[in-house]
């Protein structure tokens, strides 16, 4: 067979769609601990935390029924993460909560940014269960629930927390795994009240923050990527405004995923 450069593209689109599943499954895993990779399906039979979503397909093929064998859907806000949104749960008694576009940009230091904004916040990795703590607080716009355990940092991932004035006023999570790096739970402290919820039930993110402020975080967890791990290209899932930051970070939308709740 001959490969074109269409075909080629594609190839490499499909590749990029399926580690970045397996990438946001593996973080999702991390979080929830009770779950198992099985076939084209990662579940937990037992409900997961509150945001993130009882299964997450893994390929395209994965059908409804293997995505809803191995979990608890007489519990109220069990979840599912169509990651290629091909599936259809209504049958299940699921109803869409939301529509998202998985985001690719290639290993590389960040752009430009507005130097004042940036120059604002500083920068570090989370290291210790207090200041896990203190992040989850910020990121979530109260007080810590404990959801993230600090055995989390010895995983191969890290938070990241942008610090003005001793306090934590923007951050994200990135995570290798699936041969990419995965970005999620970026916030900023105007966003901190509506902090895009993790994964779940995958709650589609609230209002981004200002321009300036978002931007700034975006190019600090880049730089900090490209350190960590260089050469590794970088994923995700954004909508709306948070989409529109991301395309000005220089990731390009490759696909869209679906989250249902089930609401029957």
């Not at 779950?35 to 039979?45: H, K, L, P, T």
């Not at 795994?177 to 039930?201: C, K, Q």
Request: charged residues 20%; contains cysteine.
């Amino acid at each position: 067979m001959i490969i074109t450069p269409q075909d080629s593209e594609a190839d490499g689109t499909a590749a990029l769609l399926l580690a970045a599943a397996r990438n946001n499954a593996e973080w999702v895993a991390a979080v929830c601990r009770d779950g198992a990779f099985s076939g084209s399906v990662w579940s937990s039979a037992r409900r997961t935390p509150p945001l993130y979503p009882d299964a997450v397909s893994l390929t395209p093929r994965a059908s409804a029924a293997e995505v809803v064998a191995g979990i608890d859907t007489g519990s109220p806000g069990c979840s599912v993460k169509d990651s290629f949104a091909v599936l259809d749960l209504a049958p299940a008694g699921f109803e869409v909560l939301f529509e998202a576009r998985w985001i690719h940009r290639p290993a590389g230091p960040p752009g430009a940014v507005d130097d004042v904004a940036a120059g604002a916040v500083r920068w570090s990795e989370v290291r210790t269960a207090a200041e896990l703590e203190a992040w989850e607080a910020a990121w979530g716009g109260g007080a810590g629930t404990g959801l993230f355990r600090a055995e989390l940092l010895a995983r191969d991932l890290v938070f990241l927390a942008g610090r003005s004035g001793g306090r934590i006023v923007a951050g994200a999570v990135a995570s290798a795994g699936g041969g990419v790096v995965g970005v999620s739970n970026l916030f900023t402290a105007d966003t901190a009240d509506t902090a895009d919820a993790a994964d779940g039930p995958d709650a589609a993110d609230g209002p981004a923050g200002s321009v300036a402020a978002v931007d700034a975080a975006w190019a600090a967890v880049l730089g900090a990527v490209a350190a960590r791990w260089p050469g590794l290209p970088v994923v995700g899932y954004e909508q709306g405004a948070d989409l529109d930051a991301a395309v000005r970070a220089g990731f390009t939308p490759i696909g869209p995923l679906r989250v249902w709740l089930h609401t029957a």
